[in-house]
C-alpha cells in the first residue's frame, strides 16, 4: 500500500531562516505528489504539486521541492522563512490517476521565531 | 467560483445522536472526496463520488456513516449514533477528473460530548 512518511512532526526556524520539511513516499510506479498547508481551523491550500514533469517544482509563497526518485523523496524548501509561513504542512501522494484519492503523510508544524 | 463550501463549520453533540454535514463543491467539479482528520494527523480518506455515483469507501467509513451525492451537485455525510471517536474535522475535496489538484473546504469540526 502507499504511505507517506514526514519526517519531524515539529520544525522550529528563525524569522529568515531556510525552511526543509522532509517527506518520504513509498511507491512502486511514478506517483502525483503534493504538498499542502494547513492554517489553524482551516483546509487545506495547495503549495505546489509533481506531476512527472520537472522534477525542481516551483510553488506559492516561494516555496519548492525538488522529487528525488533515487531516494524516493519529495522535500519541501524555502530560501527565507517568514512569520507568516509558521502552520501545518502536510505531503500527500496520489497513487494513480483513478480516482484520485490522497494518501497524507501525518504532517509537520512550522514554528517560525522572531 | 466561491470554492468548497462546507456547512456547518463547528457542531457540538452528544453521543448517540445522528449528524449531518453538507458540502457544495467547485461547481464543474464532477469528482466529490470525503476525508477525516483528528487532532495531530493527517487527513484519511474516507469516500468519494464521481458525480452521484459513490465509487470508493474506505474501511473507516463504518455502518454508523452514510455519503450521498444525489444529483451530482452538493453532498452529505451522514454520521448515525455518534461516538466520542468520530470527533474530528471532516474535510471535503473536490476536483475535476483527469485534473491533478483537489481543492479543500474548510472543514466542519465535530466534537462529541
Known amino acids: 500500500a502507499q504511505s507517506v512518511t514526514q519526517l519531524g512532526s515539529h520544525v522550529s526556524v528563525s524569522e529568515g531562516a531556510l525552511v526543509l520539511l522532509r517527506c518520504n513516499y513509498s511507491?512502486?510506479?511514478?506517483?502525483?505528489l503534493f504538498w499542502y498547508v494547513q492554517y489553524p481551523n482551516q483546509g487545506l491550500q495547495l503549495l505546489l504539486k509533481?506531476?512527472?514533469?520537472?522534477?525542481l517544482v516551483k510553488g506559492i509563497n516561494d516555496f519548492e521541492a525538488e522529487f528525488k526518485k533515487s531516494e524516493t523523496s519529495f522535500h519541501l524548501t524555502k530560501p527565507s522563512a517568514h512569520m507568516s509561513d509558521a502552520a501545518e504542512y502536510f505531503c500527500?501522494?496520489?497513487?494513480?490517476?483513478?480516482?484520485?484519492?490522497?494518501?497524507f503523510g501525518q504532517g509537520t508544524e512550522l514554528s517560525v521565531k522572531p | 467560483d466561491t470554492g468548497v463550501s462546507q456547512d456547518p463549520r463547528h457542531k457540538i453533540t452528544k453521543r448517540g445522536q445522528n449528524v449531518t454535514f453538507r458540502c457544495d463543491p467547485i461547481?464543474?467539479?464532477?469528482?466529490l472526496y470525503w476525508y477525516r482528520q483528528t487532532l495531530g494527523q493527517g487527513p484519511e480518506f474516507l469516500t468519494y463520488?464521481?458525480?452521484?455515483?459513490?465509487?470508493?469507501k474506505s474501511r473507516l467509513l463504518s455502518d454508523r456513516f452514510s455519503a450521498e451525492r444525489p444529483k451530482g451537485s452538493f453532498s452529505t455525510l451522514e454520521i448515525q449514533r455518534t461516538e466520542q471517536g468520530d470527533s474530528a474535522m471532516y474535510l471535503c475535496?473536490?476536483?475535476?477528473?483527469?485534473?491533478?489538484?483537489?481543492?479543500f473546504g474548510q472543514g466542519t469540526r465535530l466534537t462529541v460530548v
Open positions: 475535496a473536490s476536483s475535476l477528473m483527469g485534473n491533478t489538484e483537489a481543492f
Open positions: 511507491s512502486s510506479v511514478p506517483p502525483y
Open positions: 509533481y506531476t512527472s514533469a520537472a522534477t
Open positions: 500527500a501522494v496520489r497513487p494513480d490517476d483513478q480516482g484520485g484519492k490522497l494518501i
Open positions: 461547481s464543474e467539479h464532477n469528482r
Open positions: 463520488f464521481q458525480n452521484e455515483a459513490q465509487l470508493e
